[in-house]
C-alpha cells in the first residue's frame, strides 16, 4: 500500500500539504480533489519520486512500476502504435531479448524468451495497442501514422494510450479526460472502471468519478481526508458535515428559492414552460449536491438578455466545413429564444464546425445563415485564451470595455469569478488555464449575450467552479448551444440535442443516457465488423446516408414549419391575454372600482375577465397540443 505519514510538502516558499497522513491499499481506485493549486499535481510529482518531502515520509511499495501521462510528445516518425506499445517496458524488454537470442543461435534462451512472452500475452500485444486507440478515437488508418502527423490534443491521446498499455502497479492520471470527447471519456470510465491496479486520478468530471473510483481524497486547508465510495458519495459526506453550520445551509436554502420562485412564475406560462422545465432539472440536482459547494468561491449569475429576436438565428440547407474539405452538408436548424441546445457526436465530426458557423466565425460554403436583428452571441472557445492579453490584468480588460463602470463595481464583479485582491491586478500571462478559462468566461458574462455558445467550457475548471457555471447556465434566460463532454452539464442545462456525426446534423430524440446507449450500440456494431477498430462508412455509404436523412429531414420540416408558426402565434396570444387578465384582475381587485357606482362597467370587465380566462385556456391548450406534435415530428 501507499502510506502517507505525517507528510509536510511545499512548492518553493508555499506549503500545500501538512502533517498529514493516509492509506492507500492496493487495488483502491481514489479520485483526487481539490481547487486549483491545492497541491494535486504536486503529489503526483512526490510519488513519481520527483519532489521531496519537507517533512514526514511517503512510502511506495519497492518495486512498483508508475505509469503516469507525459505532457510532451516528440514529433517522431515512429507509427502510432508502436509509440503505444513502448508504454509496455516489459513486452519491450522480452523482444529485445528474443532478438539478442536470435542473433547469438541460442535455441535454448529463443524457447525461454519465447515463453516468457506467451505468458505476459505479448503476442496479443498489437491488438490491445490497436483496442486502446480505437477506444480513444484512432482509426484504423491512423495506426501507422507517424506521431508527428497529429495535432497536440491527439498527441495527448497517444501519450494516455501509452500509459494505459503499462504494466504498472500503479497508475496516475491527471485530468485524463481534457482533451477526450463524451465517445471516449465513456469508454476510458470503463476501462479505468475494470483495471486491477491502483489507480490515483485528479479530475474534474463528477460523472466520470463516479463511474470509476471506490474512494475519494480531497485536498482542503492543506490536509488530505478520504472518503469511502464514489464522488456522489463524497458529496452526501461532506454535505452532511458541512450542513450543522447555519449560516451555510442558509444560503443553499436562498438559492433553491430563487429557482423555486422562477418556476412556481412560470412553470404554468407557456413561453416560458421549457425554461421552467429545465430549474426544476437544475434543482432536483442542486437540492442534493449545493451544500457540498456552499463554501465555493463562486458565486455568479448570467443576467438576463435586454432583448432576443425571434428566430435568433437560423441556417437552411447549408454546407459547413472548409473550402477544400466539407465537414457537414445539408443542415437545417432555427434557433428561438430559450432554446438549450447540446451538441453531441464523436470527436472530430463536426460539433466545433457547426458552432463555429452559428458564431459568424466561419460562412457557411452552400445554404445560407440568417442572424436575426439584434442577436448578441457571447462565443467561449479554447482558442479564445490565447486573444486574452497577458500583460493585462482581469481588471484592465474589464476597463477596456467598460471605461464609464466604476472600479469599485467591476472589482466586485471579478470577486464572484474568484478574481479578489491582487487576483485582480495580476497579468493574465501568469494565470492557469483555469485561471484563464474563470476569466474569459467572465467577460462573456458581462456581455449580457441573448446566445451563448459554449465549446467545451469546463476544461481546465475545477469542480467548484464547474457547480457555479452549471447552476448559473440553470438559471440563465437566454438561449445557449453546449459543447461539453461533462455529462452533468449536458444533463442539467440542455432541454434538446442535436447529433452530429457522419457528415450531418440531425435532432437527437433522446437525453444523454440514451446517447451513451446510441455510443454502445455503435461500438458493438463496430467491434463486430472489425475488432478494435471504430466505425468506418465507405464514401458511397455516408452519401447515401446523408441524402436519406436530408429527404426525411425536408419532410419533416415541411410538416414542422406551418405548426412552429401557429405556436410561436400562440405563445404571443398568450402573452397578451395574460397581460390583459393581470390588468383586468387588478381592477376587479381594486375597492375604489366599486365604489364608483358604475355597475355597467363592473359587469363588464368582469365578464371581459371571464371570456379573457377562457381563450387563455384554450390557447395554452392548443400550444400544447403542438408541442406534442412538434416533437411526435422530431421523433419520427
Known amino acids: 500500500m501507499i502510506l502517507l505519514r505525517h507528510l509536510t510538502l511545499s512548492r518553493g516558499s508555499r506549503p500545500l500539504i501538512e502533517d498529514t497522513s493516509l492509506q492507500i491499499h492496493t487495488g483502491w481506485r481514489v479520485g483526487l480533489v481539490g481547487a486549483n493549486g491545492s497541491g494535486k499535481s504536486s503529489l503526483f510529482a512526490l510519488l513519481r519520486g520527483e519532489l521531496h518531502a519537507e517533512a514526514g515520509d511517503c512510502e511506495v511499495p519497492p518495486g512498483w512500476t508508475i505509469a503516469s501521462v507525459s505532457q510532451e510528445?516528440?514529433?517522431?516518425?515512429?507509427?502510432?502504435?508502436?509509440?503505444?506499445?513502448?508504454?509496455?517496458?516489459?513486452?519491450?524488454?522480452?523482444?529485445?531479448?528474443?532478438?539478442?537470442?536470435?542473433?547469438?543461435?541460442?535455441?535454448?534462451?529463443?524457447?525461454?524468451?519465447?515463453?516468457?512472452?506467451?505468458?505476459?500475452?505479448?503476442?496479443?500485444?498489437?491488438a490491445r495497442a490497436a483496442s486502446l486507440?480505437?477506444?480513444?478515437?484512432?482509426?484504423?488508418?491512423?495506426?501507422?501514422?507517424?506521431?508527428?502527423?497529429?495535432?497536440?490534443?491527439?498527441?495527448?491521446?497517444?501519450?494516455?494510450a501509452r500509459a494505459l498499455s503499462s504494466r504498472a502497479d500503479l497508475m496516475l492520471l491527471d485530468e485524463p479526460t481534457n482533451h477526450l470527447d463524451l465517445d471516449a471519456v465513456v469508454w476510458l470510465e470503463r476501462w479505468l472502471a475494470n483495471w486491477r491496479g491502483t489507480l490515483l486520478l485528479v479530475s474534474h468530471d463528477r460523472d466520470f468519478l463516479d463511474g470509476c473510483v471506490s474512494h475519494i481524497a480531497q485536498i482542503e486547508s492543506r490536509r488530505i481526508t478520504l472518503y469511502t465510495g464514489n464522488y456522489s458519495a463524497f458529496e452526501d459526506q461532506r454535505a452532511a458535515r458541512l450542513a450543522v453550520h447555519q449560516a451555510m445551509y442558509e444560503k443553499q436554502q436562498r438559492e433553491i428559492a430563487h429557482m423555486t420562485g422562477f418556476v412556481a412564475r412560470f412553470r404554468a406560462k407557456a413561453s416560458k414552460a421549457r425554461q421552467a422545465q429545465s430549474r426544476l432539472k437544475a434543482l432536483d440536482r442542486l437540492e442534493r449536491i449545493a451544500p457540498a459547494h456552499v463554501d465555493a468561491p463562486f458565486d455568479f449569475t448570467f443576467p438576463p438578455p435586454e432583448r432576443s429576436p425571434d428566430p435568433l438565428l437560423a441556417l437552411e440547407d447549408a454546407t459547413l466545413g472548409y473550402p477544400d474539405r466539407p465537414v457537414l452538408e445539408h443542415v437545417e436548424m432555427s434557433l428561438r429564444p430559450g432554446a438549450r441546445l447540446g451538441l453531441l457526436g464523436p470527436n472530430g465530426a463536426g460539433k466545433s464546425t457547426l458552432v463555429k458557423t452559428i458564431a459568424g466565425v466561419l460562412e457557411p460554403l452552400s445554404g445560407s445563415r440568417t442572424a436575426g436583428h439584434g442577436l448578441e452571441i457571447g462565443y467561449f472557445a479554447q482558442h479564445q485564451l490565447e486573444q486574452l492579453r497577458p500583460d493585462e490584468s482581469p481588471l484592465q480588460h474589464l476597463v477596456r470595455a467598460e471605461r464609464l463602470t466604476r472600479e469599485l463595481d467591476l472589482r466586485s464583479y471579478l470577486g464572484s469569478f474568484d478574481f479578489r485582491g491582487p487576483m485582480a491586478d495580476a497579468p493574465t500571462g501568469t494565470f492557469s488555464g483555469g485561471e484563464k478559462s474563470r476569466l474569459a468566461l467572465a467577460l462573456i458574462v458581462r456581455q449580457r449575450p441573448n446566445l451563448l455558445l459554449l465549446d467545451e467550457p469546463t476544461n481546465h475548471l475545477d469542480l467548484e467552479m464547474r457547480h457555479a457555471l452549471m447552476r448559473a447556465l440553470a438559471e440563465y434566460e437566454g438561449s445557449l448551444v453546449l459543447v461539453s463532454h461533462d455529462r452533468a452539464l449536458l444533463r442539467t442545462v440542455c432541454d434538446g440535442f442535436l447529433l452530429v456525426a457522419d457528415g450531418g446534423a440531425t435532432e437527437f430524440p433522446g437525453d444523454v443516457d440514451d446517447y451513451l446507449e446510441w455510443l454502445t450500440e455503435r461500438r458493438a456494431r463496430a467491434d463486430s465488423a472489425a475488432p478494435g477498430a471504430p466505425v468506418l462508412l465507405d464514401r458511397e455509404a455516408r452519401r447515401a446516408q446523408r441524402e436519406s436523412a436530408g429527404a426525411d429531414r425536408q419532410a419533416r420540416l415541411a410538416r414542422r414549419r406551418p405548426l412552429a408558426r401557429e405556436a410561436t402565434a400562440l405563445e404571443r396570444e398568450v402573452e397578451a391575454l395574460e397581460t390583459e387578465k393581470r390588468d383586468l384582475e387588478a381592477r376587479l381587485a381594486d375597492t375604489s372600482f366599486y365604489s364608483a357606482g358604475n355597475l355597467a362597467e363592473v359587469q363588464a370587465t368582469t365578464r371581459r375577465c371571464t371570456e379573457i380566462g377562457r381563450r387563455l385556456e384554450q390557447a395554452e391548450s392548443r400550444w400544447l397540443e403542438l408541442q406534442a406534435e412538434l416533437e411526435a415530428i422530431g421523433e419520427a
Not at 502504435?81 to 513486452?91: C, F, H, K, T
Not at 488508418?141 to 494516455?160: I, K, T
Open 133 to 160: 486507440l480505437a477506444g480513444l478515437g484512432f482509426t484504423s488508418a491512423d495506426l501507422e501514422r507517424p506521431v508527428a502527423d497529429f495535432s497536440g490534443g491527439w498527441r495527448m491521446r497517444l501519450n494516455l
Open 73 to 126: 510528445t516528440p514529433a517522431l516518425d515512429q507509427p502510432a502504435i508502436e509509440y503505444v506499445l513502448d508504454g509496455d517496458s516489459e513486452l519491450r524488454n522480452v523482444e529485445q531479448a528474443l532478438v539478442q537470442a536470435d542473433r547469438d543461435h541460442d535455441g535454448h534462451a529463443l524457447a525461454e524468451w519465447h515463453a516468457r512472452l506467451d505468458s505476459i500475452g505479448g503476442y496479443a500485444a498489437r
